[in-house]
């Protein structure tokens, strides 16, 4: 989940000052985390700990009232009897990396993240995107090729994946609907050389920088078994104790090991 979290980190900078390039410094003045570490950190730690993710996720809320959540993610956090408000919005997949990690059936990781997703975003395009999400991320950690991750997806999930970075960044706008952005992560991932090109791939789209480079670098760790050790030590120093202390205890529960 390192990655996810690096590439939130890393294209944090450029959600409001977006881009059309791959040449970018990865980490700045301005790199910091967002709500997409501060909810998959939270998911994790639900998942270590058996607690419930909604209240988990309300606790962190309170915990980092200014990570930058959504309008209606705030008005869900507020309310403790407040139940899922039929969103699609691509925060259900850029949380979601750490069930991809965590549990060694696919069956059971699209179970999961269907019931950790629905808690907010009950939308069929939202568990839709989510659930291509952790898969990918399954997939990827398990052995499969990028064709074979392809093919599942779009099979799967009826995610056009056969166009290009070079085809889509030139008209493409911020978008924050899973059916806008998620397909347009995984094919940054597919595109990739390595982890960091992953998260360039991503932010250059120039589209929802943060949450595209999340996904996209939690399945790019996947894939490519780790995260550089500069990147993964820059991102963990931006955290404070309490995230930093549930990923690590998160990663060495589940390491990341690619198996052939």
């Known amino acids: 989940m390192i990655g996810a979290i690096a590439g939130d980190i890393i294209g944090s900078?450029?959600?409001?000052?977006?881009?059309k390039t791959k040449d970018f410094p990865l980490f700045?003045?301005?790199?910091?985390?967002?709500?997409?570490t501060v909810l998959t950190v939270a998911l994790a730690e639900a998942i270590?700990?058996?607690?419930?993710?909604?209240?988990?996720?309300?606790?962190?809320?309170?915990?980092?009232?200014?990570?930058?959540?959504?309008?209606?993610?705030r008005q869900w956090a507020a309310d403790e009897f407040a139940g899922p408000y039929n969103s699609f919005g691509n925060g259900a997949a850029m949380r979601i990396s750490p069930v991809g990690f965590a549990f060694d059936d696919l069956g059971e990781?699209?179970?999961?993240?269907?019931?950790?997703?629905?808690?907010?975003h009950d939308h069929p395009e939202g568990v839709r995107g989510a659930q291509a999400t952790a898969a990918a991320v399954f997939l990827a950690r398990t052995g499969s090729t990028k064709e074979q991750i392809r093919r599942h997806i779009t099979t799967t999930f009826a995610y056009d994946l056969d166009r290009t970075l070079d085809g889509i960044r030139p008209r493409y706008r911020f978008d924050v609907t899973c059916q806008g952005s998620v397909p347009e992560a995984i094919i940054a991932f597919l595109e990739s050389s390595?982890?960091?090109d992953a998260v360039?791939?991503?932010?250059?789209?120039?589209g929802d920088s943060d949450t595209q480079a999340c996904i996209a670098g939690g399945i790019a760790?996947?894939?490519?078994?780790?995260?550089p050790v500069c990147i993964k030590k820059?991102?963990?120093?931006?955290?404070?104790?309490?995230?930093?202390?549930v990923a690590l205890g998160f990663m060495e529960r589940f390491p990341t090991r690619r198996h052939e």
Do not use: K, W
């Not at 993710?53 to 309008?71: I, K, Q, V, W």
């Not at 760790?221 to 995260?227: D, F, H, K, M």
């Open 234 to 245: 820059a991102a963990l120093a931006l955290l404070d104790d309490r995230l930093r202390s």
């Open 200 to 206: 360039r791939n991503a932010v250059s789209l120039g």
């Open 194 to 196: 390595d982890y960091e």
């Open 221 to 227: 760790e996947a894939y490519y078994g780790g995260v």
């Open 109 to 120: 990781v699209l179970e999961r993240t269907a019931h950790f997703t629905r808690i907010t």
């Open 48 to 73: 270590l700990t058996g607690q419930d993710y909604g209240s988990l996720m309300r606790e962190y809320c309170r915990r980092y009232p200014r990570a930058g959540y959504g309008g209606l993610f």
């Open 28 to 36: 700045g003045a301005g790199s910091r985390f967002t709500d997409d």
């Open 13 to 19: 900078v450029y959600e409001r000052h977006r881009i």
